[in-house]
């Protein structure tokens, strides 16, 4: 222990920080589980929600809310890693020429600061256009699309999953110390094989924290998932909606997601039934901590054998 | 992390830092010595016999300094011409009389960082084949010039280089230059060992499989990868542990690795750059065996501090002072009777 007043004070606050934090995860999770492991079912997870939810314990089972939640997530992801890791790169092994690096910095910024359902707006506008009607259905003869839909969601989550893909990946290829690219260098590599077999994989870790930080967002968003796929989570899927041939079709409906069935089955949505609210809640958090340790897992290289 | 390995780490480094104190110190005494002390001249090994040039320390040897009158002819078997004028002025090609026998070499190479310039037009020749020590007190640019010859220096935005580096007589800062090719062909050897976070194997199969348009597989790069590592004397220590991760070798292994990789991409000159100056005496004497061994059949450029080790391994130097080549020419006669007032300090330890 120290000595010193000042360095006892300083500790004391550390202790009590981490006390608290460590207690309030505790309480949320012990809360959802008790709460929500009720509602569990298999029933529950592999059912359609059902026509009518005002009564507790018959508004039926979380499975298209499940896949949304994996859809948005992998369609947002496909689109936001390439294009962070490439951003990334840019950043800081290029930085030239220096106006596009500063911009791109700020744009970052930007996107990261700035509340999910502004895009979400945004994006109703422009996918609402009659021509952009492919990547959702036309609304009757009104020359307008619905701009609901997958598509249309995960466009929009691409870009919230962008920032945190962008500024991990960052600082992993900044860690990599410059001395493995000179040798790259020196080995008479050019600098693309550089980036590509020496600075990336050796970022690997950093650039999965990002994913997993991307996927949080995604998964986590409400707003986006509201506007652009639909709030009408009690509409059933269409008819054989998890057969392939019916995939376009069923990537261009609206649908939902566990965020939207939560805001939707909770006391303050319109299902009054905070018991499925809970489940589904929790369900969520087991989903995002799954993928979370798999990503961890899959980044960390084992380098040869002992 | 196992928290004795971290002592065992921490114990093994305060060695190390000991033992090189304990060279430094050395090398200072001997450099304080009697120049001509014989201990001194001992550890000067003869050159390689393979170099292709003809023996130059063997023609010196019987010459005192500025007799360049008394050089002896040429050994018969050499079709060059006299290969030593030493009388010659200083920062002179004063030990290699025809241009074609130099692989490398500065003609007014100025480098500076952000204006401040750290060269001032430096004139250096490395002969073809044997060791070419770069010698000089820290700060004086021998590192900089170093890395201008495989243009690794304009990593930095911040540098501007002038002059030129001729290599086989070609200026490598001319337009159209391949750099990849030139770094092929003039490898280079860090401070720090630095292999890549990869297996054995790998760290030297990246040199030769990026270059090969198809990806070849382990079987067809084996005998080449066995080929280096023999070469860079490690084979005997990994043979069996390929697939070992490379960090996990010990800091000489390291190193020596790094020279493996170096080997792999076939060059013809190696740059080091104070390749022994993170490692004990007993891997910091493999890998000065393994660059006179080298030096037989290529051409090795190395900076160092530690002018004990320049003496022991060099065929020739060049002194640096502040940016500027103060002298050059054969090892011994710079080190033994230099012909300028600094190098004559410097090299009897009076500063640097």
Redesign the interface.
Known sequence: MPVRLSDRIGVGIAYVAGTILIVAVAVIMLWLIVQGLGTISWDFLTGEPAPGTLEQGVSGGILPAIVGTFLVVAFGMAVAFPLGLGVAIFLTEYRQPAWLAKGTDTAIDLIFGVPSIVFALFGLAIFSQGWLSFISNPVGDTGMATAQSFFCSSLMMALIGLPPVVRSSQAAILGV?D????????????RL?TIR??VV??ARPGIATGIVLGVGRIAGDTAIVWILLGGAVLQAPPDGWYLPWNLMDFLRSEGSTLTTYIFFSSPAGEGNSPGPAYGAAFVLMVVILIVNIALIRLSR?K???? | MDPNDDQQRLDERAKRQEWRHALDRSADLRAAGDPTDPTAVAATPPPPPAAPAPDPLAAVEPAPFGAAAAVPAPPASAAEPDPVALAQPLAQPAHVADPADLVLAARGLRVAFSGNEILHGVDLDAPRGGVLALVGPSGCGKTTLLRSINRLTELAPTATIGGQILFDGADVYAGGTDLNLLRRRVGMVFQQPNPFPMTIFDNVAFAIREQAKRRPSRGELMPQVADVLQRAGLWDEVKDNLDRNALSLSGGQQQRLCIARTLAANPEVILMDEPCSALDPRSTARIEELIVQLAGSLTIVIVTHNLAQAKRIADYAAYLLNGDLIEQGIAQQVFEDPANQSTRDFVAGMFG
């Open positions: 110390p001395q493995q690219r000179e040798a790259a260098y020196a080995l008479g590599k050019g094989t077999r020496i994989p050796g290289r380098i040869g054998k002992r």
